[in-house]
């Protein structure tokens, strides 16, 4: 039997601020318990070095303005190159599976890169995904996102994108940051119904959520049949988690993971510094490497302290089946949204960044591409907390473009460039794997 | 004068070491059966020659090593209070254990209390087995070992004859299996050792009265024969570590080097990183359990000077067994010495009997002798470059835990080849020709071991875990434990704490003279926030006497 990979990052010299919860503090009882328990000792556990993920690696998923040197903190390059030592890995057979304990986070960042949204910079997931279709050959990917934030920012990277199954369970958006992830969210019109959301009502328990791996989660990625799954796996479900309301426990999440069998899970949120993580990660190895975890449990864990309500089961019920049948007609809906005659999709939105206190106004333009998922063109401006404006033009194709796409985008961005309207102008050449951007102010371009 | 002696598997070498060189040094086949008498018999050859009174004595055996490795030690009781976390089937170190109620967390709060008749119910069944040794270990006791103390306890009322240890104080670092091995294997060899530390104190005192005497640690420090009585344990594959420091002492660079000590049937391969050599970042690994045995990281595999040439179904065999020395020096099969020294035309010893010997062994197997010294010297040195590489990219690929140890990613350029033991002047310069590099070898290199153990200085690592928001802070070794009082305590405060726990410590243990040469290794804080405001801080401080040469030693001579 193959070792487990892990790879463990607290980034012990790096916080958003001295009291923030994504602080140095936050993995140092996660480090205590897994050192104590000397469980990287096992034969079972293997364990690896982070390294630098590189701009270009960054450039195949986001669109950082006004570049990744810039925008990018290194603590976010050594995260996001953490999982891809951990994709690295897995995809050369030298673990069974893998698991990276790192931060920063990542899910709340989208393509279009101004600053920090929910303690996230670069999206971790989304940059392994991009890698390992490029580098490994991958096609078809799920995301099962298991933070009690909704995963907004791996949910619009892969909104438009139909090889992608994202599923994010969560507390219901009514009552959380980022007040997103409702039911009706199904992904674009060529994507449509492999973006799943489950919002879950607060105080939900392992029971319900069980539930909902078991009749949802599961069922669906055995229909769906990817290549690879991936846990973008938060801790803040736990009932302890003092920024949400949920009341998950470790076994909780050792007995997801073990049902979930994920292939790479990626550490996402949990501010339960001492009371959840230390056991959630020890839960979670121990789930990945199969060794028995029954007799892991928190300080003050009781069994019988959280009972799941009639109510909130029948409601995760129906929840199920409507989310089970959405999944299940997603290819008439494409059919229909392929066939309205449009050539492109537009889509205007506003997005704000908390942590960076900005907002973002972007404009999507979508080619409803009868052979692929179609290219996009995204204007996007910004007052950044710096104080400097930025408007900026990207166009991105995606990994499986068909040749009809990828001509018309390399023009987009060919004819953009005699217009000097935009600060910056990005080209996301996922066939040729090249990444042009324009500075307009000194005519410079460069080419990852 | 001072002496150095190490006990090997093979053979046991001694040095009579006065000013800058070595006046008398001394090579004989260890009696495994009596580790004592060969000991004593080389210590009197030195003495013989000492013109002057011999001021210290440094040893450096495996008697540790062996009595854990043949399973030698004394039938020892484990109990195991390990909480919450892994299953207990993890924990596969001895076949006497019992597993007790009784949790602490990282931070050293009770999370659960051990149960008085669950232990006197596990110390009345070890009574009736008749096991005499019992060692206690609890996870997170490096935190508080409050319960590890209420067992040690209730066995010295209830038991006063059982020998009783606790891992705290053995080891105050993180990791529950390793403390608890450590703990294991002190128990297990404590009687063992102090039986042999009381003979060879009385023997050194009839032979050399006033000469200190020391015992060399696999760490490369030396520690008082008072202070090893209770750490056998310290004492295992201090013979490696001896060689590595020998090599250190002959060559004094600070450059990073590979030391490759050529022994007759293995060839153990250290790092110097400019000049320092380098730990085994997980401890010393004893039979099959990492514990927490600071020592050197040394790949060691089975190939050595003697190592016999043989051939098996029309195939060459290298080794792995020896039967005797080289053809060359009066042995009755070829070896690779032989196969170096015919190949490069070194003309060690009787050149013909190396040459016969190959002869035949190139007859068997239908090839000329120059081929097959080829073959012969291509494979060993290939051997020992796989293992060289290896030993650089495990170092460069430890785990990093901060982006600036990422961003300052360390990679190891090599300069030196250190040749060491008696076969390495045949060796070594190839294999420095084939790493690209220079090599270094010394008319003492055969003996550099028994030079290490003579010159090298007393080591000692405290480490202070400082807790405010609890106000509590526990030193390791030792497992003392204290209170902080002060408001604001800073890391200022944390080092100073750690300093005077480093002397006081290093006092109790015949060290005087060195607690000023202090280095910091370890300096962590972290704030403890608690809703948006602090509620204390935790620091962790690690300083040490790192290893090195006592104070008069100013070079050896060429």
Request: hydrophobic share 40%; aromatic share 8%.
């Amino acid at each position: 039997m193959k070792p487990t990979g892990v790879l463990f990052f607290p980034a012990f010299d790096w916080a958003i601020s001295p009291t923030h919860p994504e602080r140095e503090e936050r993995l140092l009882y996660t480090r205590d318990q897994i050192f104590e328990e000397g469980i990287m000792d096992l034969p079972q556990i293997r364990e690896y070095h982070p390294r630098l993920a590189t701009a270009k690696e960054i450039s195949r998923v986001h669109f950082c303005v006004p570049d990744v040197e810039t925008r990018v903190t290194q603590a976010h390059l050594v995260s996001a190159g953490s999982a891809l030592v951990m994709a690295d890995a897995f995809m050369n057979g030298e673990v069974q599976n893998a698991f990276a304990i790192i931060r920063p986070p990542g899910h709340h960042a989208m393509t279009v890169c101004h600053g920090n949204r929910g303690f996230c910079d670069i999206n971790n997931e989304a940059v392994m995904v991009e890698y390992l279709r490029q580098k490994h050959g991958l096609k078809r990917i799920a995301i099962v996102d298991t933070d009690v934030h909704h995963g907004d920012g791996t949910q619009e990277i892969f909104w438009h994108d139909p090889d992608v199954l994202f599923i994010s369970f969560h507390q219901d958006g009514r009552t959380l940051y980022p007040g997103s992830g409702f039911t009706d969210e199904l992904g674009g019109p060529l994507a449509y119904g492999t973006t799943i959301n489950i919002p879950m009502a607060p105080r939900t328990t392992d029971e319900g959520i069980h539930y909902i791996l078991d009749n949802l989660v599961l069922p669906i990625l055995e229909e769906f049949k990817p290549d690879l799954v991936i846990n973008s796996a938060g801790q803040d479900n736990h009932y302890s988690d003092p920024l949400a309301n949920m009341s998950f426990t470790a076994q909780g999440y050792a007995v997801l993971n073990q049902k979930l069998r994920p292939d790479i899970a990626v550490l996402e949120g949990g501010y339960s510094v001492e009371t959840a993580l230390p056991y959630i990660n020890m839960g979670i190895i121990m789930a990945m490497a199969g060794i028995d975890f029954s007799n892991l449990r928190e300080p003050d864990y009781n069994p019988a302290r959280f009972k799941e309500s009639p109510n909130n089961m029948q409601y995760i019920k129906s929840l199920v089946n409507k989310q089970l049948e959405n999944f299940r007609t997603r290819g008439e809906r494409v059919e229909k949204n392929r066939s309205q005659g449009k050539e492109f999709e537009t889509i205007m939105k506003n997005v704000f960044y908390d942590t960076d206190y900005l907002h973002e106004e972007q404009r999507l333009d979508l080619r409803l591409c009868k052979d692929c998922c179609g290219f996009r063109r995204i204007s996007s401006s910004a007052t950044q907390k710096n104080g400097r404006y930025y408007s900026v033009f990207c166009v991105s194709l995606p990994a499986a473009c068909c040749p009809s796409c990828a001509e018309q985008a390399r023009k987009s961005y060919q004819d953009m460039k005699d217009k000097p309207i935009y600060n910056y102008i990005y080209l996301q050449d996922r066939i040729k794997d090249e990444f042009r951007c324009l500075d307009t102010t000194t005519g410079e371009e460069t080419i990852l | 004068m001072l002496i150095g002696i190490d006990v090997g598997g093979t053979f046991t070498d001694g040095v009579l070491f006065s000013g800058s060189s070595v006046l008398r040094s001394v090579k004989q086949i260890t009696d495994e059966t009596n580790l004592q008498k060969t000991l004593l018999e080389v210590l009197d050859e030195l003495l013989a020659h000492a013109a002057k009174p011999v001021r210290r004595i440094v040893l450096s055996t495996t008697l540790v090593t062996n009595a854990l490795a043949t399973g030698q030690g004394e039938r020892t009781a484990l109990l195991l209070i390990p909480g919450s976390g892994l299953p207990y089937s993890a924990y596969r170190i001895s076949p006497d254990t019992w597993i007790l109620k009784g949790g602490i967390d990282f931070r050293g709060r009770e999370i659960e209390r051990p149960d008085k008749k669950e232990v006197d119910q596990a110390l009345a069944e070890i009574d009736a087995l008749g096991i005499k040794r019992v060692a206690v270990a609890g996870k997170f006791s490096n935190r508080n070992d409050l319960h590890e103390r209420m067992v040690r306890d209730i066995i010295n009322n209830r038991y006063p004859d059982m020998q009783v240890c606790i891992s705290n104080e053995i080891s105050g670092r993180l990791n529950f299996p390793r403390r608890a091995v450590t703990c294991y294997y002190t128990a297990m060899t404590l009687s063992e050792w102090n039986r042999f530390a009381d003979e060879i104190e009385k023997a050194v005192k009839d032979r050399a009265p006033g000469s200190e005497l020391h015992i060399l640690k696999a760490d490369g420090g030396t520690m008082t024969l008072e202070a090893s009585r209770k750490q056998p344990c310290e004492t295992v594959f201090s013979g490696p570590a001896a060689s590595t420091m020998g090599a250190v002492a002959l060559t004094r660079e600070k450059a990073n080097s590979v030391v490759v000590d050529i022994g007759g049937t293995t060839t153990d391969i250290s790092l110097l990183i400019e000049g320092e050599p380098l730990y085994a970042s997980r401890g010393a690994l004893i039979r099959g359990h990492l514990t927490h045995v600071n020592s050197f990281a040394i790949d060691s595999i089975p190939l050595g000077g003697d190592s016999t040439i043989w051939v098996e179904n029309q195939e060459l065999k290298i080794g792995p067994m020896r039967r005797d020395v080289a053809a060359c020096f009066g042995g009755v099969s070829p070896t690779v010495t032989d196969a170096f020294s015919v190949l490069l035309e070194l003309g060690l010893g009787d050149a013909q009997a190396s040459r016969a010997g190959l002869q035949e062994v190139a007859g068997q197997l239908g090839t000329e002798i120059g081929e097959l010294c080829q073959r012969i010297v291509n494979n060993v040195i290939q051997q020992l470059t796989r293992s060289i590489v290896y030993m650089f990219t495990q170092w460069e690929n430890e785990p990093a835990y901060k982006v600036w140890e990422v961003i300052n990613k360390k990679s190891f350029v090599l300069h030196r080849v250190i040749g060491i033991g008696a076969a390495a002047p045949a060796i070594i310069p190839l294999l420095a020709r084939e790493l690209d590099v220079g090599h270094f070898l010394h008319r003492y290199s055969p003996v550099a071991n028994a030079v290490g153990a003579a010159l090298v200085r007393p080591t000692l690592a405290v480490e202070v875990h400082v807790d405010t928001q609890n106000g509590v802070y526990t030193v390791s070794p030792g497992g003392l434990r204290g209170e902080v009082t002060q408001r604001n305590f800073q890391l200022q405060d944390a080092k100073e704490l750690a300093s005077k726990y480093l002397a006081e410590i290093g006092k109790k243990r015949g060290m005087k003279g060195y607690a000023d040469q202090g280095q910091f290794y370890l300096e962590e804080q972290f704030n403890v926030i608690r809703g948006w405001d602090r509620a204390g801080r935790l620091f962790d401080v690690g300083i040490q006497i790192a290893p090195g040469f006592i104070p008069e030693y100013e070079g050896v001579t060429e």
